[in-house]
Nanobody, 121 residues
């Protein structure tokens, strides 16, 4: 089994910054894509940013230029740097990691427990 542990959320003023981390542990042979999603109250979960094994990134339009996703494969960790935060960025942020399953020969999806980001003055 694989566990994901997120950290780094909190309360921040508009214009501030936070860094989210998501560390995977357990039976990890190989990790494929890694990503961050968020879910605001009353809204559906949405993809915020993703990074492939090769380092290619993509971002939701509203966070382009403000958020940066990165990964450290040696630590099985994905990061999300949030800058120039706005009240509308308030949400619970979840990491998602695809881990190779030797038994099935496929990648399995794993989710973090979520970390709350609140942007308010």
């Amino acid at each position: 089994q694989v566990q994901l542990v997120e950290s780094g959320g909190g309360l921040v003023q508009p214009g501030g910054s936070l860094r989210l981390s998501c560390a995977a542990s357990g039976r990890i042979v190989s990790i494929n894509d890694m990503g961050w999603y968020r879910q605001a109250p009353g809204k559906q979960r949405e993809l915020v940013a993703a990074i492939t094994r090769g380092g290619h990134t993509n971002y939701e339009d509203s966070v382009k230029g403000r958020f940066t996703i990165s990964r450290d494969d040696a630590k099985s960790t994905v990061y999300l740097q949030l800058s120039s935060l706005k009240p509308e960025d308030t949400a619970v942020y979840y990491c998602n990691v695809e881990v190779w399953n030797l038994g099935s020969g496929m990648f399995d999806d794993y989710w973090g427990q979520g970390t709350r980001v609140t942007v308010s003055s």
